[in-house]
């Protein structure tokens, strides 16, 4: 069976065929369930550049709120060719490797502090990397050897934040932020990263960030190092650390 072959400069979602643009979307409506909700769905993706548009479902969420799913075919495509992104650049390491790397290059524990910070509450991804357990059977941060392990937990203040950096001489700085509406989590990571300048901490840490909303491009654009975004594994995380540690290293070394 012969494949078509993709234009990567017209890049468009495949749905039954190579480039019919068949998309599948959801949203809400402040509205009530119906005939007219479904067609104030519909117009909404024809609004949003979708044909054919089908409303396949549509759930009361109670006080006229309804959930939709709609289908459609997207005419509009990408210039696959033309993209460049920023990301984290690490070689990929398992438990056994970043170890090895760290006794190897950095020859001590690595100490990680991680927290939530400001208001946010929400503990489940700084803990998937974190604790032992980890995530999708990938170990968390606190299973490997070397490293030395301080989850802080939710709702930690920056203030606080600078004082347990520097009362554990912390080498890694991850915190996660979850919570976002109206920007929070990027107001929250600005004022971290001008604590820590304010202190004279900025630069001997490596500082992480992390959540559903972060990319590595807003990390950094914030003033960190790096940002991992929803999905990512502890071994990732390690990987990084473990890299850019070695790295301090030996810049170090060769300062001396």
Known sequence: MSVKKVDLTHLRPYGDQMDDGAVQLSFTLPIPDGPRGREAARQMANSMGLSEVQVVFSQDLKENFTFFVVYGHLEKYADYTSIKAIGVEAPKMDMEQVNDYISKYVKRPVVVIGATIGTDAHTVGLDSILNMKGFH??????????????????QVSPTDLAKKIRETKADIVLISQIVTQRNIHIKNMTKLVDILEAEGLRKSVLLIAGGPRITHELAVELGYDAGFGAGSMPSEVASYIASEMAKRALSSSKER
């Not at 059977?137 to 939710?154: A, I, P, Q």
């Open 137 to 154: 059977g990938d170990s968390g941060l606190e299973r490997y050897k070397m490293f030395k392990v301080h989850n802080l937990g939710s």
